[in-house]
């Protein structure tokens, strides 16, 4: 005869064989599948939904969730709740608000934004006071025009017959990506117009690169700057917007940036924006 085992159910004593098998409740059933769909939770990120996540704590209570960890405590637990992402501030045309806010916070630091043939699109006050950017027709604010072809240029710019053969090999580098381009054909026909000296060492051979030297500025009122340029891209493009700028190259420099800042025209704690060429 089998050895026996007593089991009560609902308040009487039965008797089961010692091998026989007991089936769970479907209370203890729901319990435990409960548990385990927690505990396999499945964390949807941005890749599969568009959206940002968000952490919050694990609603399980305390007792069961130690429970779950098999009796260790202390440990946080999170779950990821998604949440919608909205359009960004940079989502209409123009510039971006983040690069607005880069030309503010770098101040007194010269800075502006450029398209991918130069365009000056926006600028903070620093940078208009070194080039007397409000005294510019807006359809006149691109570097290269400035540099070859406005009053002041070479005055301000001491080292400007040294330099610009590297400067017109920068065009002539970025020209051959975009022959075919029929804006940047009237850039480059506007340029060997407005400047002879352009013209004439367009028509030479040679190319040139970005100088990583400080630069030397003879302004008129802020006196000798010596200016170390930086470029930071703002789009994973070879073509997109970049944020131009300079820092003092000296001690000298630094305290006369204050100064320079002082002398734009524009309000203060804004930058001046023209409309993105081509929009």
Avoid: C
């Avoid at 890749?47 to 429970?67: I, K, M, N, S």
């Avoid at 065009?171 to 075919?180: G, L």
């Avoid at 170390?228 to 917007?241: K, Q, S, T």
């Amino acid at each position: 005869m089998l050895p026996t085992r007593v089991r009560r159910t609902r308040g009487n004593m039965i008797s089961l064989p010692a091998n026989a098998t007991t089936v769970p409740s479907r209370t203890a059933d729901r319990t435990e599948l409960g548990a385990f769909l927690r505990g396999r939770r499945v964390r949807v990120g941005t890749r599969e939904t568009g959206t940002v996540t968000a952490l919050r704590p694990d609603p399980v209570p305390p007792r069961d969730r130690a429970a779950r960890r098999g009796g260790l405590a202390g440990r946080a637990e999170f779950t990821v709740r998604p949440v919608a992402a909205g359009p960004g501030p940079d989502s209409e045309p123009g510039v971006p608000v983040f690069l607005h806010a880069l030309l503010r916070q770098v101040e007194p630091f010269p800075a502006a934004v450029l398209s991918p043939r130069w365009d000056i699109l926006a600028f903070n006050r620093s940078y208009d006071a070194l080039f007397d950017l409000e005294s510019v027709p807006a359809r006149n604010r691109n570097t290269m025009l400035l540099y070859f072809a406005a009053a002041g240029q070479r005055e301000l710019r001491p080292d400007w017959a040294a330099d610009a053969p590297r400067v017109v090999g920068q065009i002539r580098a970025a020209m051959a990506r975009h022959d075919t381009d029929p804006e940047w054909a009237t850039l480059l026909e506007r340029l060997r117009r407005v400047s002879p000296d352009f013209d004439r060492m367009w028509q030479q051979a040679g190319t040139g690169g970005y100088d990583h030297a400080p630069e030397r500025f003879r302004h008129p009122v802020a006196g000798v700057l010596r200016l170390a340029r930086f470029h930071l891209w703002a789009e994973p493009r070879e073509d997109g917007l970049v944020a131009v700028g300079y820092t003092p190259a000296d001690a000298a420099t630094a305290v006369k940036l204050p100064r320079l800042q002082a002398l734009s025209t524009l309000p203060a704690a804004r930058n001046h924006e023209l409309p993105r060429p081509g929009r």
